[in-house]
Structure formats: C-alpha cells, structure tokens
Nanobody, 121 residues
C-alpha cells in the first residue's frame, strides 16, 4: 500500500502564506499524478492542483497565480506553496497520489489524512 503523510497546515491571516508537504512511502512506489484537494464541511472535495512526474501542472481557477504545486520525484514528495491566502481558502487539504499497479502495490488513488488550513480575515 501507499502511505501519504501531510504536514504544513495551520492558521494564517488574510494575505499570508503556507507551504504544505506530502510524502509518499511504500515498497516499489510507481506514482503518476500527485495532487492536492480540499474540502469544507457540507461540500464535495475539490481539486486544487495536481502535477505529473514530468512537471506538467493543473490548477483550479480559484488558485491560479496564488498557489504553486511542485514535486520531488526522488523523494516521492509533493508540495503546495500557498500565497495571498483568502478566507475562502479555509478547508481541510488532502494529498492524493495515483499509484500505478505493480506486483507489490495495488494501483489506484491513495489519500492522506488531511491537514487543516484556516485563513482569518
């Protein structure tokens, strides 16, 4: 299996910055896309950004120009640099990894436990 451990959440004021990290571990990892999603109570989980192994990225319109996703393939780690934060960015942020099937790991989407980001006005 794939374990994802997130860190870097917290509370910040409007206009502040936070950096989230997510490290994947497991035997014989073969991860395709990695990404960040967020969810607020009563709403569906939504994509924030994702990134392919080659570096191609995709962002939600609401975060373009403010958030930057990056990854270190050697460390199986994905980062989310969040700048110019707004109260509407408040949510639980989840890391996601798309694991290719291998003889040792079941393929599919794996999720982290989530980390709270709170932005006050």
């Amino acid at each position: 299996q794939v374990q994802l451990v997130e860190s870097g959440g917290g509370s910040v004021q409007y206009g502040g910055s936070l950096r989230l990290s997510c490290a994947a571990s497991g035997r014989y990892l073969s991860i395709n896309a990695m990404g960040w999603y967020r969810q607020v109570p009563g709403e569906s989980r939504e994509l924030v950004a994702d990134i392919l192994p080659g570096g191609a990225t995709n962002y939600a319109d609401s975060v373009k120009g403010r958030f930057t996703i990056s990854r270190d393939n050697a460390k199986n780690t994905v980062y989310l640099q969040m700048n110019s934060l707004k109260p509407e960015d408040t949510a639980v942020y989840y890391c996601n990894a798309d694991q290719a099937p291998t003889p040792f790991i079941k393929g599919g989407y794996y999720w982290g436990q989530g980390t709270q980001v709170t932005v006050s006005s």
